[in-house]
């Protein structure tokens, strides 16, 4: 059919001349694929709602009516978003291709929906998690993982990516490459320093040997499998609350805002473009603003006796 070719240019022209990642095709192609399915069902229930079920032929009113019963769906609004990001790209090649006069969706916004706040674990749940065992090759790399996460802050990319010339132990730093292909110097702490080193002393240099974090195979660890061994040593360790790698990285975040109140430096450590990210995602308490509202605004300092 003419409007499969047209999502198949799309398609090539995201994979070819903008390098989009599989997993950015796949959701590209699937939320192209709902919006073909629910035209084909509201031309089917309602003939004289639509003339054609093309998507290319959608109007602006078509588009608003899907988002607004994803809505209702309870669908969220980051991802409905996302939706919306699709269909502005193809409307938009569409206009490229001189297929259409105008993008149907430019102008339209998706519902917003309350951001949940992530949660951190407490110190003592922290310690809880990271004393672990050390009787086998597979719990010293465990605990070096967890203790790496939780000292430096890492993005689970970023920890999997690591190799063994990004550490350097002698300086207590890790070289780290972030979204956008960002580098950024980040600190280990003793710890996790200890830990790592247990762990190469452990390691053996073969199948992927400049991967830091290593398989039974040799072969370097994937995101699934680490998240697996977070999993298994939170219930291992006897911890209700589910523990992540992204948790690991919200409670150093959490910890440090709340010891030294540097939200700029922690924005740094997260490698955080805006510092608004940093703000959600630390969850400020009031107690800490109003201390620096007291010190720092010209009408709420008391004066000197």
Do not use: C
């Not at 959701?27 to 089917?44: A, C, H, T, V």
């Not at 050390?134 to 190799?163: Q, T």
């Not at 702490?189 to 398989?215: C, I, M, P, V, Y």
């Not at 959490?254 to 700029?264: A, F, K």
Request: a positive charge.
């Amino acid at each position: 059919m003419k409007h499969q070719t047209e999502q198949q240019h799309f398609h090539d022209y995201l994979r070819y001349e903008k390098h989009y990642s599989p997993h950015t095709l796949s959701n590209y192609q699937r939320d192209l694929k709902q919006f073909s399915q629910w035209l084909i069902e509201l031309k089917r229930t309602d003939s004289s709602a639509l003339n054609s079920a093309a998507v290319i032929d959608a109007d602006s009113q078509l588009i608003r009516n899907w988002i607004a019963q994803l809505h209702r769906q309870g669908i969220s609004g980051k991802t409905i978003q996302r939706k919306l990001s699709t269909l502005r790209s193809f409307y938009q090649f569409m206009l490229r291709e001189e297929k259409i006069k105008k993008n149907p969706a430019i102008d339209i916004r998706a519902p917003k929906s309350p951001r949940k706040l992530p949660t951190a674990l407490d110190v003592d749940s922290i310690s809880r998690l990271l004393e672990l065992p050390s009787d086998s090759k597979l719990a010293i790399r465990d605990r070096a993982i967890l203790e790496l996460f939780y000292s430096s802050g890492l993005r689970l990319s970023e920890l999997v990516n690591l190799d063994i010339d990004s550490i350097d132990l002698i300086d207590n730093s890790l070289r780290a490459s972030g979204k956008g292909g960002n580098t950024r110097i980040l600190p280990i702490g003793n710890k996790a320093k200890q830990a790592l080193q247990r762990w190469l002393k452990q390691r053996k240099a073969n199948g992927d040997e400049n991967a830091l974090f290593t398989s039974s195979r040799g072969t370097r660890l994937t995101p699934r499998a680490i998240q697996l061994r977070v999993t298994h040593w939170q219930k291992k360790q006897g911890l209700e609350q589910h523990v992540h790698p992204h948790k690991l990285r919200h409670s150093f975040a959490s910890h440090l805002l709340e010891s030294s109140g540097d939200l700029r430096a922690v924005q740094e450590l997260l490698g955080h473009a805006d510092i608004s990210t940093t703000q959600i995602y630390t969850h400020l308490d009031f107690q800490h603003l109003a201390e620096v509202y007291d010190k720092a605004h010209p009408r709420a300092r008391k004066k000197q006796s």
